[in-house]
């Protein structure tokens, strides 16, 4: 294994951890308010401080984790729900008019960003987590569908697919029991870099108020909320800030990782 | 090229068609009634209707799908219904602060990406490349608008050599303006430039390993002279897409930057707009970040088959 992967896993696992520990257990309740202990630096009994309101950084870190990974993870879902099913399918029906309607289609989708499509969404809808996750899922379909066809389109001229040709399989048949297995690694690949991408779309998302909404907490809200006390209290944006940071720099550092792993080739070309 | 630059452009006609819409959809057609949505629950009839009269909302979907898009092509995107100003004149006004700050940035990004990418490539697995790739692998990880705070912290609040937000406006003068915007640049730059030196590196690479480099070696080039005659033509073609591609990246990140500058541009008048309910702002801003997303491919499309000639025969 190399040192990449075992960091990425490492940080990835710590942030995982603090987020299903959450379910049972926080160093004090994140919603209660304490105003006469508001605003303390880090120290031994509020390990990440306080906020405005009192409230314990440390356990609205390890929920905020929770919202992060929860909206991160089934945005990346639908992305692939959908997207791979779209790039198996027009690979397949490689230069039909599928394939041209599924391509063009993913071009539209790549020209509205996850926040455009997040503007739309709330102004007719209103803000919440499930329009993120909606959001950010739209984005990733095209991400998925192009990765798989292009993968697929290769797989489509060798000896084996041939072979099941020949033995009578159809199209769907052989995308699903010979493409789709040999497509896996590329797409765990992808998975965790459109996860990274995903928990920082999140708090983007939260921090411009279109994400989580009260009183769910949510990293990218953390750091709203403490734009105008950053002068006097850098933590309450220096904390939420790390853990966006580490958490992404864990799962791209995997990315790196598990494609050096499951692709020795590239690991050859590129060293 | 001129087959294949048609052939473009009637793919340009046809996404900004269905991508308008799309939006229109969304906009007017999924809330039901758009003028009972904005007034709220507790409009009287009567405002509600000459609301409807207003908006033309008396004819058919088609119909108006029809009479936006129309009016859209000559510039008219419709009258504000909160500020009672047409549409096209505050876009207009908070372009001169988005379109300098996507662009400000676009320069930045690639200013540091450049000699960063090469650098690391011409130090491949040296101590260089292992320093410049992790710094760029924490500069993929930091959100801009985070890294927005920390320079507003050290730069605008304690060393006081920026002002903390707001936009002093281009009549004051091109460097006040350009002033005013450096902090935000540099924040949307940053995690740019990040990944568009990975881009540089990774290319620079996989044209080192190409035959005619070797020939250039052969031929008594250094690694450096090789580098800096071929390598780097030939690296543009996936560099120059990227930073195409990263232009429309940007404008849509202008908007979260704009919040943390409180600068007054596209995204600020999207966010006022969302919370006064305005949708018909709301449909104008986004018709228009997708237009651009759209035009920018469309370009890149154009500029990528100018500089190989292998793509104009393919398509």
């Known amino acids: 294994?190399?040192?990449?992967?075992?960091?990425?896993?490492?940080?990835?696992?710590?942030?995982?951890?603090?987020?299903?520990?959450?379910?049972?257990?926080?160093?004090?309740?994140?919603?209660?308010?304490?105003?006469?202990?508001?605003?303390?630096?880090?120290?031994?009994?509020?390990?990440?401080?306080?906020?405005?309101?009192?409230?314990?950084?440390?356990?609205?870190?390890?929920?905020?984790?929770?919202?992060?990974?929860?909206?991160?993870?089934?945005?990346?879902?639908?992305?692939?729900?959908?997207?791979?099913?779209?790039?198996?399918?027009?690979?397949?029906?490689?230069?039909?008019?599928?394939?041209?309607?599924?391509?063009?289609?993913?071009?539209?989708?790549?020209?509205?960003?996850?926040?455009?499509?997040?503007?739309?969404?709330?102004?007719?809808?209103?803000?919440?987590?499930i329009n993120a996750i909606i959001a950010i899922g739209i984005f990733n379909i095209p991400v998925f569908a192009r990765i798989t066809r292009g993968a697929a389109l290769s797989l489509w001229e060798r000896e084996f697919i041939l072979a099941a040709r020949v033995a009578g399989k159809s199209g769907a048949r052989i995308s699903l029991e010979h493409i789709l297995p040999n497509v896996m690694n590329l797409l765990i690949v992808q998975g965790t870099i459109q996860f990274s991408l995903g928990i920082l779309a999140e708090a983007g998302l939260s921090y411009v108020g279109l994400g989580a909404q009260p009183p769910t907490p949510s990293w990218g809200r953390m750091l709203a909320d403490a734009q105008t006390m950053v002068s006097f209290a850098p933590h309450l944006a220096l904390i939420p800030g790390m853990a966006i940071i580490l958490t992404v720099l864990g799962l791209n550092l995997m990315g790196d990782g598990l494609r050096d792993l499951l692709d020795p080739r590239l690991r050859v070309r590129r060293s | 090229m001129l087959r294949y630059s048609l052939k473009r452009l009637l793919s340009l006609i046809i996404s900004l068609t269905v991508a308008s819409v799309l939006i229109f959809m969304v906009i007017e057609v999924a809330p039901g009634d758009p003028a009972s949505y904005m007034l709220g629950m507790n409009a009287q009839p009567d405002t509600v209707a000459a609301l409807r009269a207003e908006l033309g909302l008396d004819v058919s979907k088609a119909e108006r799908y029809f009479n936006w898009a129309s009016a859209m092509l000559t510039g008219d995107f419709g009258t504000s219904y909160t500020y009672r100003t047409p549409v096209s004149k505050m876009i207009g006004e908070r372009m001169w602060v988005s379109l300098p700050l996507a662009l400000y940035a676009l320069t930045l990004s690639t200013l540091i990406a450049f000699p960063a990418g090469i650098y690391a490539a011409a130090r491949r697995g040296k101590a260089g490349d292992v320093v410049v790739m992790g710094a760029t692998q924490l500069g993929v990880a930091i959100p801009n608008f985070w890294f927005a705070m920390m320079m507003v912290l050290i730069f605008a609040i304690n060393l006081r050599w920026f002002g903390a937000g707001g936009f002093a406006g281009w009549d004051k003068g091109f460097w006040t303006g350009i002033?005013?915007?450096?902090?935000?640049?540099?924040?949307?730059?940053?995690?740019?430039?990040?990944?568009?030196?990975?881009?540089?590196?990774s290319a620079l690479l996989d044209i080192m390993g190409e035959d005619f480099m070797r020939t250039a070696r052969a031929k008594g080039l250094s690694r450096r002279q090789a580098l800096w005659r071929h390598g780097l033509r030939n690296a543009m073609i996936p560099v120059l897409t990227i930073i195409g591609l990263q232009f429309s990246f940007l404008l849509a990140g202008s908007i979260i930057i704009e919040q943390v500058f409180y600068l007054p541009g596209l995204g600020r008048l999207v966010f006022q707009a969302i919370s006064a309910r305005d949708l018909i702002v709301v449909e104008s801003v986004v018709m228009l970040l997708v237009f651009a997303v759209i035009m920018v491919n469309f370009l890149v499309d154009l500029a990528y088959a100018f500089v190989d000639p292998r793509l104009r025969s393919r398509t």
């Open chain 2, 179 to 201: 002033h005013s915007l450096t902090l935000p640049a540099i924040s949307l730059a940053l995690p740019q430039g990040a990944i568009l030196a990975r881009v540089m590196r």
């Open chain 1, 1 to 129: 294994m190399n040192r990449n992967l075992i960091l990425g896993l490492f940080l990835s696992s710590l942030v995982l951890l603090a987020a299903l520990v959450s379910f049972v257990w926080t160093p004090f309740p994140h919603t209660t308010m304490n105003i006469p202990q508001k605003l303390q630096t880090p120290n031994m009994v509020h390990w990440f401080g306080t906020d405005h309101f009192g409230r314990d950084i440390f356990s609205m870190i390890m929920v905020g984790a929770r919202t992060s990974i929860a909206v991160a993870l089934v945005a990346v879902g639908i992305g692939m729900a959908i997207g791979v099913p779209l790039g198996l399918l027009a690979a397949a029906r490689r230069g039909g008019w599928t394939d041209e309607i599924i391509m063009r289609a993913n071009d539209l989708v790549f020209a509205f960003p996850s926040l455009v499509i997040a503007i739309l969404i709330t102004a007719v809808f209103g803000a919440g987590a």
